[in-house]
């Protein structure tokens, strides 16, 4: 069985936890290349452009080396330009899951689509991140 499987049957969160997994378009923001200065973390992020627009969301065990790996890449030209990133906590077992969520209510231009997920909290999730940031960024 594999982990999204397991989430859709078994994972069940409170209220409290699915808001929790809520960045909100006014959450603290990280040059570039720069580690969080809460240090490293496990989550979901999400990097911007120089207009401030989202360019792309992603998952992370390690959120800071992540994003610096994306960093030189765009310096050698491999990716779109950005200029900061943001990142929510959220607990390894519901990356995929979560990160899912974020990619279907926001589409950012460097997501691929992916099929929608079969986590039970999926659509409540995709609604609270729509009424946050609305259907598209």
Known sequence: MSDREFLSEHEYLT???????????????????????????CGIYMLF?????????????????????HYWAMKRGARSPFVEYAFVPVQER?????ES???????PPENKAMPPDGWRHHREL????????????
Do not use: F, T
């Open 94 to 98: 519901l990356l995929a899951a979560v």
């Open 101 to 107: 969520a974020y990619i279907h209510a926001l589409e």
């Open 49 to 69: 452009g120089e207009d401030g627009g989202l360019l792309y969301v992603g998952k992370s065990v390690g959120v800071g080396y992540r994003n610096v790996q």
């Open 15 to 41: 209220p409290d936890e699915i808001r929790a997994l809520l960045l909100r378009p006014d959450a603290q923001v990280y040059p570039a290349g720069k580690y969080p200065p809460s240090g490293e973390a």
């Open 126 to 137: 995709v609604a609270m991140i729509q009424g946050a940031w609305g259907p598209k960024v």
